[in-house]
């Protein structure tokens, strides 16, 4: 079994609506992310997935994300921008676009001492 990483990072407010610490107030984060897929076969030259590919598809998703208001975005607007929720929307749309490429995992962190990882068991 193989598992490639690829990571982009994108920049973005937003404020958590109902909590009641100063994150319920405009703010923004430089959000990193690390998707992981998986795979058993690889192709004739050696390869499970092109890399570019898979930095494109990411990067795709960055950018829709990427200097905006999170809490403007259709998603956000029925899940609170959370980091929990930024990553289970990462994973969701980065699975739609790389099939039929397994994903594994999406790191998503907030600050360099905040994280979250989501994933499907």
């Excluded at 984060?29 to 992981?36: E, G, L």
């Excluded at 921008?81 to 594994?104: C, D, Q, S």
């Amino acid at each position: 079994m193989f598992e490639l990483t690829v990571r982009h990072e994108f920049s973005s407010a937003h404020f958590l609506r109902d909590y009641s610490g100063q994150c319920r107030n405009l703010h923004g984060h430089t959000w990193k992310t690390a998707v992981t897929v998986k795979g058993k076969e690889l192709n004739k030259i050696g390869v499970m997935a092109d890399f570019v590919e898979l930095k494109a598809s990411l990067q795709t998703i960055m950018e829709e994300l990427d200097h905006t208001c999170l809490n403007d975005h259709k998603y956000f607007k029925t899940h609170n921008p959370t980091t929990e929720n930024i990553a289970r929307f990462i994973y969701t749309e980065y699975a739609r676009r790389i099939k039929p490429l397994k994903m594994v995992r999406v790191q998503v962190w907030e600050s360099d001492r905040a994280d979250v990882v989501y994933y499907v068991p």
